[in-house]
């Protein structure tokens, strides 16, 4: 099979790949990745010299670079996009160009040529869960409440578009909280992680009450092979950790994974319109495909502070300078 991944070089596309090539060592692989802030090709630097393995540089928006890639592979696997929540509050455009019109340009080419076309979504389009309420599944109703989500939530009915309209083969992807290694430490855990390593404090949005579904990183992909491989061509799956935490209990569990107590948590000010709490009944890809999450939290979140000690050369040089420095002006830490 010859797969175009697209943000192969940021989180959950580099362990992706990774996964991939492991799993079908003779799959041809082609990376397409712009290398913003978030991309590092630190990530796959072990595979660079793999003949199955190539990286091009370049946007999801470029039409004939898209159309160049897109002629020669068999599926197009989309990950990605901007995929920050605060910083699509500070500044929304790239959002809407990479997240809508770039999978608009990924799609005309999808069509254009026939290609099978696998979107990577998040759970976030569903909006927000009250405490009691079941958790999303693929038939809630969407109700983006920020602009990342909102970008998201365009991008999904897109790819559901060109399938009605262009009887597209397509087929969705809508997943909670990742965490793993290679995850960009402006998001919470490796956030938090990388301050107490450097004798920060870590900044707790609000009341800490606010609740995610934490999944690792390699369910997610397991999932998403599965889909490739087996899912119905037109359907949506969602995909879930079955591990709903607070805020606050998170941050105890990532300070007693560090060593840590609890002065080194800063309550600061809220996020804007921030979404209270996030479930995913994930009973359609289990009954249908067999799929459930299978690492534990408390196994993943060791692994993972353990990754980032070891790898502590990949924080320095992943480019979270700047984003360190907003949270020193904001917080004073
Ligand atoms: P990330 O920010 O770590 O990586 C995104 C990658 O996309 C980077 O390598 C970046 O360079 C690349 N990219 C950005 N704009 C591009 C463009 N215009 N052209 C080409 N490449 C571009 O994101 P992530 O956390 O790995 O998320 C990957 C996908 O999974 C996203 O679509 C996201 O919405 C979705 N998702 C993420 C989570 C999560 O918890 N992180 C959960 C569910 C779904
Ligand atoms: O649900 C899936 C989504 O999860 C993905 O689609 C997004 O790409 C991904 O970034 C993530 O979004 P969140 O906004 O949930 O993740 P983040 O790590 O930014 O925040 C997790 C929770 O932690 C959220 O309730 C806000 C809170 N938080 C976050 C940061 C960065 C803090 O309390 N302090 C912080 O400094």
Same mark, same amino acid.
């Given at each position: 099979m010859r797969l175009l991944i697209t943000g192969g070089a940021g989180f959950i596309g580099s362990n992706f790949i990774r996964y991939i090539i492991n799993k079908y060592p003779d799959y041809k692989i082609t990376n397409l990745d712009a290398l913003t802030y978030a991309g590092n090709l630190e990530n796959l630097k072990d595979f660079e010299d793999n003949?199955?393995?190539?990286?091009?540089?370049?946007?999801?928006?470029?039409?004939?670079?898209v159309n160049n890639l897109v002629k020669d592979v068999d599926i197009i696997v989309h990950f990605a996009a901007e995929s920050h929540v605060d910083r699509s509050i500070l500044d929304s455009q790239a959002f809407v160009v990479t997240n809508v019109i770039g999978t608009q340009v990924l799609l005309d080419s999808a069509?254009?040529?026939?290609?099978?076309?696998?979107?990577?979504?998040?759970?976030?389009? #569903?909006?927000?869960?009250? /405490?009691? $309420? !079941?958790? #999303?599944?693929?038939?809630? /109703?969407? $109700? !983006?409440?920020?602009?990342?989500?909102?970008?998201?939530?365009?991008s999904d009915h897109l790819v559901r578009a060109y399938y009605h309209t262009h009887n597209l083969p397509i087929t969705i992807s809508n997943c909670s909280n990742n965490y793993g290694p290679c995850m960009f430490p402006e998001k919470v855990i490796p956030l938090f992680i990388t301050n107490l390593f450097e004798n920060k404090k870590v900044p707790l949005y609000g009341d800490g009450m606010n609740i995610r579904d934490w999944i690792h990183v390699d369910d997610h992909n397991r999932g998403v092979d599965l889909i490739i491989h087996k899912g119905k061509i037109g359907e949506t799956y969602c995909l879930g950790g079955n591990n709903e935490l607070t805020n606050k209990d998170l941050t105890f569990k990532i300070l007693q994974a560090v060593g840590r107590g609890e002065e080194m948590i800063e309550h600061v000010e809220d996020r804007a319109g921030h979404d209270k709490r996030y479930a995913i009944d994930f009973s359609k890809i289990k009954n249908e495909l067999g799929w459930e999450p299978e690492i534990s939290f408390e196994d993943g979140l060791k692994e993972m502070v353990k990754w980032y000690k070891d790898n502590y050369e990949w924080v320095k040089n992943c480019k979270s300078g700047e984003y360190k420095e907003y949270y020193k002006r904001q917080y004073n830490i």
């Open positions: 003949p199955n393995y190539k990286f091009v540089k370049g946007d999801i928006c470029d039409r004939d670079l069509k254009e040529f026939g290609t099978r076309f696998h979107h990577v979504s998040t759970d976030e389009v #569903f909006g927000s869960l009250g /405490p009691d $309420d !079941p958790g #999303f599944n693929e038939e809630t /109703p969407y $109700d !983006p409440r920020s602009p990342y989500s909102a970008s998201k939530a365009a």
